[in-house]
């Protein structure tokens, strides 16, 4: 009986220890490593890559026990903002300096140009289907508007929407049914329906905030929309159908990006532009 009732204990212990340690902020690097343009975390094959690691232009791979060393430089001129990665394994980078999409081959590490066009203003983040569309967010910082592109698989720009706020953040949902796009300056998030050829329509707002900026998103595996609250130093947590579930506070406060990552994909990592490192939390649901 004795032995029955320190057992459960045990168990209890464990448990109350493994539900304080979810949505608990933790280090993954040490502070100043990256550039304070820090952003884009992706989670591949037990690596994190994060853009700017030591100066602005490069990317940087992230171990678990959080050393970093450089994965690629980009070419002159080039800044990226945000990471993903296509079918084949190769990186997708909106260059917001140079005004491009660039690719880095998974093998070679050579560097191109995967799209272009005069029409981009500061392509910011992107995300990417199954079919292997990429929508991108392309804010005009300085006159606070912004657009929404689809780069079809040989790399043609469509623009899908124009005259929006300062577009930043944007996220499909699990079924890719529906686009999420933010809006910093504005504070909006915004919803769209979203068609088999990757167009837009329907738009809805989603969710809207009184203070600070929103920045990158990303979804879990049950359409739980998670936002990087820039200034206040908090991840929040949505229902697909827009109520805020919770706010995680990070040690940071300008937390600019997020991604899922880990083993069973339910570790969030966040990108914080004042400390330039990357922080972690644990969720209880994973990532889509």
Known sequence: MKKTFLLGLALLSVSMCSAQSTYTARDLTKENLFTENIEGPNYRDGILYVVNYQKDGTIGAVKPNGEVELYVTLPEGS?????????????LLPDFKAHNILKVDKK???VTVYSHTDKFNQPNDICISKKGYLFASDPNWKESTGQI???ETDGKAVLLKDQMGTTNGIELSPDEKTLYVNESVQRKIWKFDV???GNI???QLFAEVEDFGFDGMKCDAQ??????RWG???VAIYTHEGELL???????KKTSNINFGGKDKKTCYVTLQDRKCVETFQTEVAGK
């Open 232 to 234: 206040k130093g908090t």
């Open 108 to 110: 070679t590490k050579a």
């Open 223 to 228: 359409g739980n929309v998670y936002v990087t």
């Open 201 to 203: 329509s329907h738009q």
């Open 149 to 151: 592109w689809r780069i």
């Open 195 to 197: 068609d088999e050829k």
């Open 246 to 252: 919770r706010e995680v506070e990070m040690k940071g």
């Open 79 to 91: 800044i990226a903002n945000a990471i993903q990665f296509d079918k084949s394994g190769n990186m």
